[in-house]
């Protein structure tokens, strides 16, 4: 409900929610899967765009709903295809959203939270501090925004968006049920027909949200290690003084083998030059992960003002790349794309101009996973 307008935001609505929400208008259920497809398969935010919808059913949807993405601050377009967008969230704060072609997909990188709590240190989301969760709303918009890009609304849009990653700003398991649900929408045939495979949750590691999540949505995961030890892992991902990493991957392993089919963990591991690049880091990553069905995915640190850690040589980070690999895994390292419009790792900027752990205006340089092959981008 939309506090100002007093309306309900169908974009953010799964398709239960929205029979829900027809029935509580004395309406039939049905209409939720016209409402639906009006909304996610052709971008429209106008009831009387909506031609199957007689006009007394449309002044009462315009009486009680409205269709409300988040603002769109900028949108810019790089010459290799990469696309981004700044989006303002209800809290006033901003968030990005970045799209990467590649060959036969198009991979949709969403942002959960405006700022973090969780204060990984070499995360500029992590600097900024906690802002706000976004809505259900918040979450699909960006994907809403995205794909209506690609279209012409009211006609139908082709389905350029075939992945998305929840890499964006933020932990998405600390912003549960609004996550989840837009997980169901990117799913739903009446939403945006994503398969399991294709839509990938990423977490620094929140133990008992990750048994949660395995509860109520088969989606692939992707976990943040960065470190194959607790000592270095308690000092870069704060959580891990929490939970553990025995916890943790027994945590993540249960996650995927309740899958029920044959799927894989994927492992990031953001390359600190000197802190976590060592060989020894890769024999302790293998011993680490010997039991863990897992693909690996390398993603050299993207610098940021005051950071103080630095991304490694090309010559590191192919010799680490190469030990995990001839231990028998499939390691990938992340590419940077989209470098004319800022969209690269470490480049994207998102305004935040309400925050709670800082008074003064901030400008984050947020790292975003711009990928060469991004988690769920490689699962077909
Ligand atoms: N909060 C979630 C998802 C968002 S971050 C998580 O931590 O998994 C997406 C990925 O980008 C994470 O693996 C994160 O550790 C990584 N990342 C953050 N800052 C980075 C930087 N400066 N350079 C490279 N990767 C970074
Ligand atoms: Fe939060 Fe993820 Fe950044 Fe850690 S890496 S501070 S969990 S957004």
């Given at each position: 409900?939309n506090?100002s307008?007093?309306?309900?935001?169908?974009?953010g609505?799964?398709?239960?929610?929205?029979?829900s929400?027809?029935?509580?208008?004395?309406?039939?259920r049905?209409?939720?899967?016209?409402?639906?497809?009006w909304?996610h398969?052709?971008g429209v935010?106008?009831?009387?765009?909506?031609?199957?919808?007689?006009?007394?059913?449309?002044?009462?949807?315009?009486?009680n709903?409205?269709?409300?993405?988040?603002e769109v601050?900028?949108?810019?377009?790089?010459?290799d295809?990469?696309?981004?967008?700044?989006?303002?969230?209800a809290?006033?704060?901003?968030?990005?959203?970045?799209?990467?072609?590649?060959?036969?997909r198009?991979?949709?990188?969403?942002?959960?939270?405006?700022?973090?709590?969780?204060?990984?240190?070499?995360?500029?989301t992590g600097?900024?501090?906690?802002?706000s969760?976004?809505?259900?709303a918040?979450?699909?918009?960006q994907?809403?925004?995205?794909?209506?890009?690609f279209?012409t609304?009211p006609?139908?849009?082709d389905?350029?968006i075939?992945?998305?990653?929840m890499?964006?700003?933020?932990?998405?398991?600390?912003?549960?049920d609004n996550?989840?649900?837009?997980?169901?929408?990117m799913?739903?045939?009446l939403?945006?027909g994503?398969?399991?495979?294709?839509?990938?949750?990423s977490?620094?590691?929140?133990?008992?949200?990750?048994e949660?999540?395995?509860?109520v949505?088969?989606?692939?995961l992707?976990?943040?290690?960065?470190?194959?030890?607790d000592?270095l892992?308690?000092?870069?991902?704060?959580?891990?003084?929490?939970?553990?990493?025995?916890?943790?991957?027994?945590a993540?392993?249960?996650?995927?083998?309740?899958?029920?089919?044959?799927r894989v963990?994927?492992?990031?591991?953001?390359?600190?030059?000197?802190v976590?690049?060592?060989p020894?880091?890769?024999e302790?990553?293998?011993?680490?992960?010997a039991?863990?069905?897992c693909?690996?995915?390398?993603?050299p640190?993207?610098?940021?003002?005051h950071?103080g850690?630095?991304?490694?040589s090309?010559n590191?980070?192919?010799?680490?790349?190469d030990?995990?690999h001839k231990?028998g895994?499939?390691?990938?390292?992340r590419t940077?794309?989209?470098?004319?419009?800022?969209?690269?790792?470490?480049?994207?900027?998102?305004q935040?101009a309400?925050?709670?752990r800082?008074?003064?205006r901030?400008i984050?340089?947020?790292q975003?996973?711009?990928?060469?092959?991004?988690?769920?981008?490689?699962?077909?």
């Amino acid at each position: 409900m939309n506090a100002s307008t007093g309306k309900v935001n169908l974009l953010g609505l799964t398709q239960p929610q929205m029979e829900s929400f027809f029935e509580q208008i004395g309406e039939k259920r049905f209409r939720a899967g016209q409402v639906m497809k009006w909304v996610h398969h052709f971008g429209v935010d106008d009831f009387d765009a909506m031609s199957n919808i007689g006009k007394a059913l449309r002044e009462k949807l315009k009486a009680n709903a409205e269709i409300r993405g988040p603002e769109v601050v900028s949108e810019d377009i790089s010459a290799d295809g990469t696309r981004k967008w700044v989006v303002r969230v209800a809290s006033g704060s901003c968030v990005e959203t970045v799209y990467i072609p590649q060959a036969g997909r198009g991979t949709l990188c969403v942002s959960s939270q405006a700022g973090c709590a969780l204060d990984c240190s070499f995360c500029s989301t992590g600097k900024q501090g906690f802002n706000s969760n976004l809505t259900a709303a918040e979450v699909i918009g960006q994907v809403w925004i995205a794909n209506r890009s690609f279209g012409t609304v009211p006609a139908k849009i082709d389905r350029a968006i075939t992945n998305v990653v929840m890499m964006g700003m933020g932990e998405p398991l600390l912003n549960f049920d609004n996550v989840v649900s837009a997980m169901h929408i990117m799913m739903d045939d009446l939403g945006y027909g994503i398969s399991k495979r294709k839509v990938t949750l990423s977490t620094s590691g929140v133990v008992p949200m990750i048994e949660e999540l395995g509860k109520v949505i088969d989606v692939s995961l992707a976990l943040s290690l960065h470190a194959p030890n607790d000592e270095l892992r308690n000092e870069l991902v704060p959580i891990n003084r929490k939970y553990p990493l025995a916890m943790l991957l027994e945590a993540c392993q249960r996650y995927i083998s309740g899958l029920g089919e044959k799927r894989v963990l994927t492992i990031e591991y953001t390359l600190l030059k000197g802190v976590n690049d060592h060989p020894e880091h890769a024999e302790q990553m293998i011993e680490l992960l010997a039991s863990i069905p897992c693909k690996i995915n390398l993603i050299p640190f993207n610098p940021f003002p005051h950071s103080g850690y630095e991304r490694p040589s090309n010559n590191a980070i192919r010799r680490f790349q190469d030990m995990l690999h001839k231990a028998g895994h499939n390691v990938t390292v992340r590419t940077t794309r989209g470098d004319d419009i800022d969209a690269a790792c470490g480049q994207l900027v998102g305004q935040v101009a309400d925050r709670t752990r800082r008074s003064e205006r901030y400008i984050a340089v947020r790292q975003l996973p711009v990928d060469g092959a991004p988690a769920a981008a490689s699962q077909s």
